[in-house]
Nanobody, 122 residues
Framework: QVQPVESGGGSVQPGGSLRLSCVGT????????MGWFRQAPGKEREFVSA??????SNYADSAKDRFTISTDNSKTVYLQMSNLKLEETAMYYC?????????????????WGQGTQVTVSS
């Protein structure tokens, strides 16, 4: 069973930092990708970053140089977010797919967490 569970959201001022965590519970697959997506009110869910079981990672252009995705190989994935902007207020979702290729398309991830809210406000 693959059931991502997110944590670490909260409120932060513009320019602040947060670290999100995602635990992919109860699976022992060797090939997988875990990704982060976000959805702001009234907008579509968009790709943020993903990391593969091979160790490779990719980022949306908006996240490059400010966000870092990592894993501790215990199926926990972290998203360190720095210099957060007002427009990055959104629900952040962790997703998983049992394929080592990290797609940026949300439709290719069959497993999703419930989300964790990130609010950036002054």
């Amino acid at each position: 069973q693959v059931q991502p569970v997110e944590s670490g959201g909260g409120s932060v001022q513009p320019g602040g930092s947060l670290r999100l965590s995602c635990v992919g519970t109860s699976y022992s697959y060797s090939n997988y990708c875990m990704g982060w997506f976000r959805q702001a009110p009234g907008k579509e869910r968009e790709f943020v970053s993903a990391i593969s079981s091979t160790g490779s990672s990719n980022y949306a252009d908006s996240a490059k140089d400010r966000f870092t995705i990592s894993t501790d190989n215990s199926k926990t994935v972290y998203l360190q977010m720095s210099n957060l902007k007002l427009e990055e207020t959104a629900m952040y979702y962790c997703a998983a797919r049992l394929n080592s290729f990290c797609s940026t398309s949300r439709g290719t991830y069959p497993y999703w967490g419930q989300g964790t809210q990130v609010t950036v406000s002054s």
